[in-house]
């Protein structure tokens, strides 16, 4: 008896899917070049309008955030850079550790830069940022370098975390990490929005996890905390649909993620197009820092890769699949095609652009290749137990009878 | 004859051709699994292991595909016995659940969502009805949020039934654990003393292939107390031997003597082993004479505690070594327990060789480990007492 219940549990899923009356409902698009605009100024810094696609967003108890937004030429032109840098040191980090360079676990965000990008240009550099272990593309938009992401991965002393923590446990200011236990980091994320509003910043949390992680208890308990006390915190589920080699549907009672707060209001946006990212998180940001209380994101994405460099992501899916949603859907052709649509930039000034963030790139990852590897040396075991400067005059070793003399 | 305590002491006859010949670096070359003792290379040596059926047939496995191989046992051996976590429906990141779907369906082996708590709990819940169910969580870093089922559900379920005669009896939890050398902070860590400070759960790591099939076999098919049963996944593709194909089981609770000395106890379990087995070569071979004997706990809690201390009494010295860390670990209760039971045949005290009480950054991890240069210094400084 048991477990023919649990087999039809498990069906349940698929069956909805295909019976229910899914073309009443307006569902996000992921197409990434959905949006629009025109009578673009010849000014870099003069602002314009650009209007999103109706299927940008699916709401849950909340109005839809505005299907404009404003923006500069030379803002879309660094988001543009700022997703091209990404993508690129994600390759980089991808052939260093096939070469064998990087040692451990890695993560790569390759499809899914449209969402750190996104939220990096709508929140402040005073906002908190907190995600999961596939960090490496919020650790460079928050202030990292590329040269000091590599290096952590290369577990080198210039590294972002001193070569301590390598893939997943990178911080940056007002970045908390990369965090590698999944759904640990949201009731953090609350925990900061707590601070944010007890010393009356104007500012928001953003706590990222994937569709995975939206299953893990601890999540449900920080949606309840955050709304029972009206916390700054916008939760957003990266969407890939697949947590690890588990489809969503086969893992989720519901994939609808957004709803998920149940009585906290929710967003589904198409997570492969950077503006509407922008506006969403804008829009949030503001809705939660005046004091409305929590939201629940859900950015449509996907990841082209495996979940770690040990899958190669074709056991759960089909190639087909990946292939479509590499040609049709990426974020960057997509931001690209716009800009050459509006004119915002001409194919020469394009290429120009995609040049030189590929070229700032690799020289970047070019010095921290070169960089020494750390010495083994217990100065080195003893610091960052204490914030450099503060260290007391000695410290318990690694056994009570080892004492270390700062 | 072993010398008296001062006999060592001013004689030390076995240190003579030591102190020059062991050079770290010479000690602390990679494990050769394929030489190493510990592992039947041959069927004949697996036939003289008493435990195993004579006439058996057998296969070479590595310590994944002999997880894979009791699996397939139990599931086919009792309708009971269920099997689910993250990804195994596709083998699991391991591979340990290979193709098990496929032969057994959906409705026995299955994925669950990313919820390690509610995989225990539900496994909890399946075993309370008599299932023997299978849980595995990703990696042993992962099962903290379970720590609540377990601690407070599994192992008090027995003492709190009042007369029902419920149980969680054929609940076993499976984690891979133990350091890999590039686990860094997550992927890493060895918790079996967390668990073993708690009545009600029996705690299993073994050391290899064949070790492992009986132990999982005894752990899902026979044992009545819920089970954790921990991976040293660094073993899952480099420990290769000879595992009988029939089923079998090997007693939980019981420590083996894999080797017999006269001089001085090494007690270790999992991984470890390999490292105080090639520590307990070099010094046999540099100190003319000494006989060293290694034990494996194989069952680290409730543990075993009459063979440690009959050989301790023999032995007059023992080490104890684990990849976790040495503050309250489990070195540190078989120390304790040593020192209440054979006191008086003590020549030394007791030392303990362990991870260092600090986290396993992704570059220290070498730094932070048990090696064979810190179990050999160990086994000599205990010697030299």
């Known amino acids: 008896m048991f477990s023919r219940a649990l087999w039809a549990r498990q069906i349940a899923p698929l069956r909805r899917q295909a019976i229910a009356p899914f073309a009443s409902r307006r569902s996000v698009t ?71 360079k990087i040692r451990g676990f890695c993560h790569l965000s390759t499809g899914q830069e449209a969402v750190a990008v996104g939220i990096e240009h709508a929140i402040t550099k005073d906002d908190k940022l907190i995600t999961a272990y596939r960090c490496h593309g919020f650790a460079l938009m928050r202030g990292g370098t590329v040269k000091a992401i590599i290096g952590e991965l290369l577990g080198r002393r210039e590294g972002i975390a001193y070569g301590k923590g390598g893939s997943m446990h990178m911080f940056a200011p007002n970045f908390f990490g990369g965090n590698g ?208 400067g503060s260290e007391p005059r000695w410290m318990r070793g690694r056994s009570v009878d080892e004492t270390f003399y700062y | 004859m072993f010398p008296s305590r001062t006999v060592v002491r001013s004689f030390p006859r076995w240190f003579s051709a030591s102190s020059a010949s062991s050079g770290s670096a010479r000690l602390n070359v990679p494990i050769d699994y394929k030489t190493t003792p510990l592992l039947h290379h041959t069927p004949s040596s697996l036939a003289t292991s008493l435990e195993f059926p004579r006439s058996a047939s057998t296969k070479r496995l590595n310590l994944y595909q002999s997880i894979n191989a009791a699996l397939r046992t139990a599931l086919s051996t009792s309708e009971k016995v269920i099997l689910f976590g993250e990804d195994v429906a596709f083998g699991g990141v391991f591979r340990c659940s290979m193709d098990l779907q496929t032969e057994f369906g959906s409705e026995r082996v299955f994925n669950t969502p990313l919820t390690e708590q509610g995989i225990v709990g539900f496994a909890i819940g399946a075993a309370a009805e008599g299932m023997r169910p299978v849980a595995e969580i990703q990696f042993a870093d992962y099962v903290f949020p379970a720590f609540d089922q377990v601690v407070n559900e599994a192992a008090k379920f027995r003492y709190r039934e009042g007369t029902t005669g419920a149980n969680v009896g054929g609940l076993v939890v499976r984690m891979p654990c133990g350091a890999v050398g590039h686990g860094a902070l997550y992927h890493t860590q060895s918790p079996e003393s967390l668990f073993s400070h708690v009545p009600g759960v029996r705690v299993v790591m073994p050391r290899s292939p064949s070790q492992a099939k009986g132990l999982l076999l005894s752990a899902i098919l026979e044992c009545n107390d819920p089970v954790i049963f921990m991976e040293p996944k660094v073993l899952y593709r480099a420990a290769v031997e000879h595992v009988p194909i029939e089923s079998y089981t090997i007693p939980l609770s019981k420590a083996e003597v894999i080797k017999l000395g006269k001089h001085l106890t090494v007690i270790s379990y999992g991984q470890p082993l390999y490292l105080c087995s090639a520590a307990i070569a070099a010094a046999e071979k540099a100190m003319n004479g000494v006989e060293i004997e290694l034990i494996d706990l194989r069952t680290i809690y409730p543990w075993d505690r009459p063979t440690i201390l009959e050989s301790v009494k023999k032995t007059g010295r023992a080490v104890v070594v684990h990849e976790s860390m040495v503050n ?44 064979v240069t810190r179990i050999y210094d160990a086994i000599q400084q205990t010697l030299e007492y």
């Open chain 1, 181 to 388: 236990i999944v759904g640990a980091q949201v009731p953090v994320g609350a925990g900061l929005a707590f601070a944010q509003q007890y010393s009356g910043e104007q500012t928001a949390t953003v706590a990222l996890y994937g569709d995975g992680a939206a299953n893990q208890g601890q999540v449900f308990e920080a949606y309840n905390m955050a709304k029972l006390w009206n916390l700054p915190i916008i939760f957003g589920c990266e969407n890939n649909k697949y947590g690890m080699g588990t489809s969503a549907a086969r893992a989720s009672a519901l994939t609808d993620y957004y709803q998920r707060g149940q009585y906290i209001p929710g967003l589904k946006i198409n997570g492969m197009d950077v503006l509407a990212i922008k506006a969403a998180v804008q829009y949030g940001r503001d809705y939660t820092v005046s004091g409305k209380g929590p939201l629940v994101y859900e950015y449509v994405t996907y990841r082209y890769g495996g979940h770690s460099m040990s899958d190669p992501g074709t056991t759960y899916r089909s190639r087909e699949e990946i292939q479509r949603m590499r040609s049709t859907h990426d974020a960057i052709a997509g931001l690209k095609q716009k800009l050459l649509d509006w004119e915002v930039v001409t194919d020469e000034e394009l290429k120009a652009i995609d040049k030189d963030a590929r070229s700032s790139v690799d020289e970047e990852v070019a010095e921290a290749e070169k960089m020494a590897l750390p010495d083994p040396t217990s100065r080195i075991l003893f610091e960052d137990i204490y914030v450099r």
């Open chain 1, 30 to 100: 992921t197409d990434a070049a959905s949006a629009h605009a025109e009578d673009i100024p010849q000014e870099d810094d003069k602002p314009f309008t650009v209007r999103l696609s109706d299927e940008s967003f699916e709401t849950y108890e909340i109005d839809p955030p505005p299907y404009t937004l404003q923006t500069t030429k030379r803002e879309l032109k660094k988001m543009y850079h700022d997703l091209v840098s990404i993508r690129r040191m994600e390759m980089a980090a991808d052939r260093l550790y096939k070469e064998k």
């Open chain 2, 328 to 371: 309250y670990g489990v070195g540190a209760e078989v120390a304790a327990t040593i020192q209440a039971g054979a006191f008086l045949r003590l020549e030394a005290p007791v030392k303990r060789v362990a991870g260092w009480s600090t986290h396993t950054g992704l570059s220290y991890e070498p730094f932070i480990l048990p090696d």
